[in-house]
């Protein structure tokens, strides 16, 4: 087998989350018109500035169109076709406590690895799951209230906290901000709150673990942090979906607020369900992320590690309107088979003094085409402002692409930016380089391709980062071979 | 240790081993010499099993098994090293990372258990003192940035490192300044013992001095033309290689 070969072969392993869970669920029925709107928001209990809200974005949905500036070539999504809520069957009036929650449930999440138990205190990390349209258990809440910390669902934070809610959805990513958020904004069904108050460092890591499971359906959550004056918080989310033919529909909003002093780290491990060695099925990943950094020397931080989805278009921002605030994205990007990913950062500096740092890894196999997109904006009241961006992309193969689309746009001419950029391909030399020393060829791609994304993940906390890379390697399986 | 037995190889479908036999005992060093393109290195790869390399005809037995059917890993894991002629970069994998997969693959082949990374450190520093080499190699990126000599040094490092049981070392002299060959054949020679052999592979008579050989052969148009002690180096140093070619 020639080195080629054997590199196309080691990048395809199956992918493990794929299984359905056979659960009664209550959904809406296909379509998507205002009485959709208006149900989503009568079944969620809202109040009424919510339903106008939701009403608001709708209509103006009607009038925009999808954006097809990016690098990727989605097959047209019926919206009509698509259920717009989908929740699994509760015989009560919700599940009071983990106990109420469905044992089929709970055996998704653990056969996810992710521990629903509170038992799993060892792992110390509170989890808000979400399956499907609704979000079934949030688990240590008990332990963060008494910090003040508030996590829970998107919609007992409508129900609990709709002042906190009123004042902060929809200002950092507008309703009209673009096709998919708007109609994110109009149907959005659930996802998770966060608040933490003035001087709390959060005492856990908080995580959602989003999973998509009824066929048909479109998942659109929205995350909304809020970290108030001189408060902490590290959140992380995973994502995953059974292996179907079609391709489903993901489109989130998250939302981060930054105050005076405040931290926020985001992490996600993305691994949505890619579609099969032919490119059919998977999950078209359209999301819009944007934190703002409103108070001074306040800094918020993405890190994305993207090896899932059929097509991922998203780009993590940060607003850096307060003083000395920082804005960091750290992103490695997997495309292999017939997978496509459109992804970078914009780092908008509005204040003096504000910085960025942008680190790019691409990983372009198979018939993969990954495209990385990234606009540095420098506004004449941000003096002093620097950015660094590097951005590295790495091919396997001969049938992959990897492209580079950086934006600069620079009015005040006290800033500084340095941009680095590089373009390398795993070659037969290096692969037998390795196994002349005795390492397999998988083991040597699985160096290689962690050599190369090592900036990145150890901006990951621990137990993600050893995810991430278990993850690329799965992911990778079978690009040699 | 090592028996070709007229081998023939082929590479993308060009002849270019054609009926090489060769005997190399346990402890002896072998030089092998030869005009360009006269299939040293092909040799080298065949041995360590590069895909694309064909063999076509012919039997190599390591340590009396059947080397060819074995899979290029797994004759490293059995005591297979090459010194390559031109080393590779590996942008962001550490130096002693790689070092230690390579070793504990090793060792995991051989039924022990791997060793941990201050174990491994400990006797990777060792190796250094003796190659004079800077501890900072360590920690860079599999021979990125290094310079020509910087690399032929980390070959033999992990030689060093790995105490294969056969090395063939493809001209390894290549590119070396006077100081840089005497550190690479001290490496060399440390190595040497009754239970290892060696295949040097060279252009040049200047390594033979110091490393001294077993044997000397003349590999042309894929086969051995001609063997000797370590005279038959100096005498091809002197006289080129057109007297015995055009024979």
Known sequence: MSGNAQLEALVSRGYAHGFVTEIESDSLPPGLDEDTVRNISRIKNEPQFLTDWRLRAFRHWQTMREPEWAHVRPHPVDYQALSYYSAPKIKTDGPKSLAD????????????????????RLAGVAVDAVFDSV????????????????????????????????????????????????????VFSDGSFVYIPKGVRCPMELSTYFRINAANTGQFERTLIIADEGSHVSYLEGCTAPMRDENQLHAAVVELVAENDAQIKYSTVQNWYPGDENGIGGIYNFVTKRGECRGRNSRISWTQVETGSAITWKYPSCVLKGENSVGEFYSVA?????????????????????????????????????????????????????????????????????????????????????????????????LFYCIQRGISAEDAVNMIVNGFCKSVFKELPMEFAVEAQNLLAVSLEGAVG | MLKINNLHATVAGKKVLDGLTLDLPAGQVHAIMGPNGSGKSTLAYVLAGRPGYEVTAGSVSFKDQDLLTLAPEARAQAGVFLGFQYPVEIPGVNNVYLLKAAFNAARKHRGESEVDAFEFLELVRIKMRLMQMDEAFLSRGVNEGFSGGEKKRNEILQMLVLEPALAVLDETDSGLD???????????????????????????????????PDQVHVLARGKIIRSGGSELALELEARGYDWLTQV
Do not use: W
Not at chain 1, 339 to 364: E, L, Y
Not at chain 2, 199 to 212: A, C, E, G, P, S
């Open chain 1, 334 to 430: 997997l495309a292999n088979n017939y997978q496509q990913a459109d992804t970078g950062t914009k780092m908008i500096h509005i204040g003096p003094n504000t910085r960025s740092t942008i680190v790019s890894k691409g990983i372009s196999a198979g018939h993969g085409q990954n495209t990385y997109r990234g606009l540095v904006k420098i506004l004449p009241t941000a003096h002093g402002a620097r950015n660094f961006t590097q951005c590295d992309s790495l091919l396997m193969g001969t049938q992959c692409g990897a492209h580079t689309f950086p934006y600069v746009e620079i009015k005040n001419s006290t800033a500084t930016l340095e941009h680095e950029a590089s373009t390398s391909r795993i070659s037969e030399d290096q």
């Open chain 1, 135 to 186: 979000s079934v258990a949030t688990t240590f809440k008990d332990r963060l209230e008494k910090a003040g910390v508030i996590f829970c669902s998107f919609s007992d934070a409508v129900q609990k906290h709709p002042a906190l809610l009123e004042k902060y959805l929809g200002t950092v990513v507008p309703q009209a901000d673009n096709f998919y958020a708007c109609l994110n904004s109009a």
């Open chain 1, 101 to 120: 929650v469905d044992p089929k449930l709970l055996e998704t999440y653990a056969k996810l690895g992710v521990p629903l138990h509170e038992r799993a």
């Open chain 2, 178 to 212: 006077i100081d840089a060959l005497k550190i690479v054949a001290q490496g060399v020679n440390t190595l040497r013992s009754p239970e290892r052999s060696m295949i040097l592979v060279t252009h040049y008579q200047r390594l033979l001095d110091y490393i001294k």
